[in-house]
């Protein structure tokens, strides 16, 4: 079953937030630079998901060539629980890659 280009997006978008918290709040990357630079020249700011808070916020704050937007995400407690949940973030060193295949699932 192919995944829709709404479905996409979304995923996306929550891998980059994950990631972008992971290192801007708690220093603790999960993944490379060059994986979230990909990642990050992929998200489609403009691009409607239904998720009207999250699409504006993509709209106007977002900024591939950064993380530091995340401390403006309007999701904090989910990106949050996602870290604590999957990678055990905080936690002390790096961070380990998640069992899941999906974290973005969990929001």
Do not use: N
């Amino acid at each position: 079953m192919e995944i829709s280009r709404l479905e996409k997006e979304r995923r996306r978008r929550i891998r980059l937030a994950v990631a972008a918290a992971a290192y801007e709040l708690f220093d603790q990357p999960v993944m490379s630079d060059a994986e979230f630079d990909q990642l990050a020249r992929e998200i489609m700011p403009k691009f409607r998901t239904g998720h009207d808070a999250l699409d504006r916020f993509f709209a106007t704050e977002f900024d591939p060539d950064t993380g530091v937007w995340v401390r403006r995400h309007p999701e904090q407690d989910g990106l949050k629980r996602i870290l604590r949940e999957v990678y055990r973030i905080p936690g002390r060193g790096r961070a380990k890659r998640p069992d899941a295949e999906k974290p973005e699932d969990l929001i």
